[in-house]
C-alpha cells in the first residue's frame, strides 16, 4: 500500500503528506522557533507523533451533493455550457481551499482501515434509500455532516449522522455494524446556515451517548466519558505523551492548587488530581463540564471543582489562591482572552504551563506574560502528522 493517499492534492485533510515526517517536524518547529524567538532562543524539542497513519480518534466528513468537475484541479478547463450540469453525491473530507465541495475518499490514512469500506457502504445505503446529500450552495438536501469518533485506549467508537431535517434511520445500525461493530450510532439535526452550527435532538439508535477514552500516566489510567459535542485531543497516543510531560512538571512543582483553565473536560485536573490537594476545572461549554464532573466520579476523583463559566470571567471574578498555586492554560486557537492575559501577568502566581494549538496566539499572549514572566522551557508535540499544525508546550516562571 502507498504511503500517499490518492486524493492528497485535492483533499484538505494532509497538506504535507509528500514531504518527509523528519523534514515536517523540521519545517514546523522551525516556524514555531520564529514565533517564540523574541521569548525564548534556545532550541525546542520536538516529541514525533507516535503514529504518522491512522492517528485521529475523530474525524468529520460532509455529505455533498455537488457539480461533477471532470478535472477538480484545474481551474483553466472550462465547462462546456452546451452541456446540462451533471451532479454528484460525494460523502468526504471537505476539498482544499472549498467549503462547498467534498473529495471522495478511497484510501485515507487519517482514521481507520476500514473508514472506505464504511463510506462505500453508507453512500449505497443512502442511494437505495433516496435520502439526498446537503447542497451547502442552495441549502437543500437532508444528509450533512458524518462525526466519526474512535477510542484507542478503551473500546468502540461513535458515529453522528447529522441532516437538516429527520431522515428513515431504517437499516443504518446494521449498515454500520457491518463495518463498526462496537461503535454507537446516533442522529441530531443541524438546520442552521453552516455546518459548524450547533446540533440538536441528539437520538441514540445504538449504544449510548457517551464513549470512553483513556489517558495513561505514570502507572494511572484515567478514563474520560465524551459526548459527541465534547473536546479531546485527536491524537490520543501523542496527547498522551504531552499529558505524562506535564504530569512530571507538576510532579516537580508540587504545587497545592491547580487551575486548569480551558479545561475542557478535565484532562489535566484529572490527570494531576492526585499530585495536588484541589483542583479548580474552567471550561465554558456546559456539556464538557458536565462530562468533566461525569468523569472525576468515574475515576473516584474529589478534590476537582469544575466550573462553568469563561477564563477571563473567572479570573475576573475570584482572587485566586497564589501561594504554592500552579496554572494550567490550554486554550482552543484563538488563544488567552486578553484581559484574562493581563490578570494572569499580574497575578503572581510562580508557575504557569501553556499548551497551544496555535503558535501565533501562543506568541501574542507571551508578549504579554512575559512581562512578568520568563520562559523556561519550550517543546513542540506533533499531534498533527501530515499537516502544518504543531503543538507547543511553555513553561513559564515568574521573574
Ligand atoms: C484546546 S481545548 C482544551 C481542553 C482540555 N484542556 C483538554 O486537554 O482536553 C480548549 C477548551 O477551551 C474551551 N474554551 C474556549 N473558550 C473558552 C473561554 N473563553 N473560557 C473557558 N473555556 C474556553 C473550549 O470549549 C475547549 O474545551
Known sequence: MSNICKQALLCGGCALIKVPYEEQLKQKVSAVAKLLDP????????????????????????????????????????????????????????????????????????????????????????????IPFYDQRKHTGILRTLMMRQSFNEKGGMLVFISQAPF??????????????????????????????????LKVLSGSAIMQEALLVDDKKIVFNLSPQSFFQTNTKTANVMYQKVRSCVAKIKPETLYDLYGGAGSFSLTNADLVKEAFCVECVPEAVENGKQNALTNNIKNVNFICQTTEDFLAQNKLKVKDALVILDPARAG????????????????????????????????????????????????????????????????
Not at 60 to 86: A, C, G, I, W
Not at 180 to 200: R, W
Not at 374 to 385: H, L, S
Open 168 to 201: 428513515d434511520t431504517e437499516g443504518l445500525v446494521e449498515v454500520c455494524h457491518q463495518v463498526y461493530p462496537e461503535y454507537s450510532v446516533l442522529t441530531a439535526i443541524n438546520d442552521g446556515m453552516s455546518d459548524a452550527s450547533p446540533i440538536k435532538d
Open 39 to 130: 521569548f525564548y532562543t534556545q532550541k525546542i524539542k520536538v516529541n514525533p507523533s507516535v503514529l504518522t497513519k491512522y492517528y485521529r480518534n475523530k474525524i468529520e466528513l460532509s455529505f455533498t451533493h455537488q457539480v461533477v468537475y471532470k478535472e477538480p484541479l484545474n481551474k483553466k478547463v472550462k465547462r462546456d455550457k452546451s452541456v446540462p450540469l451533471e451532479f454528484e453525491e460525494v460523502l468526504g473530507f471537505r476539498q482544499m481551499g472549498r467549503w462547498d465541495r467534498a473529495v471522495n475518499l478511497t484510501d485515507c490514512f487519517l482514521f481507520n482501515q476500514n473508514l472506505s469500506w464504511f463510506i462505500y457502504k453508507i453512500n449505497l445505503w443512502a442511494k437505495n434509500k433516496n
Open 336 to 399: 488567552v482572552h486578553p484581559k484574562a492575559c493581563e490578570l494572569l501577568k499580574n497575578s503572581g502566581i510562580k508557575n504557569i504551563l501553556y499548551i497551544s494549538c496555535n503558535p501565533k496566539t501562543l506568541a501574542e499572549n507571551l508578549a504579554v506574560l512575559t512581562q512578568n514572566y520568563k520562559v523556561k522551557n519550550a517543546e513542540c508535540f506533533d499531534f498533527f502528522p501530515n499537516t502544518k499544525h504543531i503543538e507547543t508546550f511553555v513553561e513559564l516562571e515568574l521573574i
